[in-house]
């Protein structure tokens, strides 16, 4: 299988149990990154929003929080139908919510300069192409206000375990990773194209956007930028 099918095959067997394996945990990496997410969004989305928009929102389980911003209207998207569907089941009778199956690379069911804040968590690491990440880069920033937030969490290259632990091989001349993820007894390959600090800054700065901050937690990398133009 290409990448693209892999990922789509990886996340319709994680999806029953992706709030366990990433979220369920009260200590360790994965609760330690999710904490210094949650401050990134208390710090960073303007509590005055109006529309917010998640693109990569899987099960819905940062839509919870983005909810409370008083008088926002919140959008997710995720490319995976049986992540979508879990969030569009999880959140049914919250008004302020809607979920759309959608691919980040082309978001023409939304409207240019709609959203206040924009967030994308883990997604431009599966975009393997370059003009894949190029496209989506180009649609967040066009979907986002003038003045608008985008807050990006990605992984950077893994330097020590449990991560380096899934690496099979990488790519030196695209900078693709080679996983392979062991949950509930199955093994889930996949690829994933870490950008390190300068890759991604510099494709944030080609497009455009400014760089408000940039720090990293753990393996994880938070890009806070704005679109000025």
Sequence with gaps: MNAEELLKEYYRKIAPMHDKIFHGDTEGEFYEMDQYLLKCLERWCPQQSEMILEAGCGTGYWLEYLARIRNSHIVGV?????????????????????????????????????????????????????DDFKDALR??????????????????????????DCLVEKDELGGIYFYEDYYEGMTLPIYRRLLNNN?????????GLHIVSCQQKISLKVYVVCRLK
């Design 199 to 207: 890759e991604m800054t510099a494709a944030l700065k080609k497009e």
């Design 139 to 164: 649609e967040l920033k066009r979907v986002t206000k003038w003045g608008g937030i985008l807050l990006l969490a990605e992984d950077s290259p893994p330097t020590k375990p449990p991560f380096t």
């Design 78 to 130: 995720d490319i995976s139908p049986e992540m979508t569907a879990i969030a569009a089941n999880r959140y049914a009778e919250n008004p302020k919510i809607e979920i759309y199956q959608g691919d980040v690379r082309n978001l023409d069911f939304l409207e240019d300069c709609t959203f206040d804040f924009v967030f994308c968590p883990w997604v431009f690491q599966y975009l393997v192409k370059k």
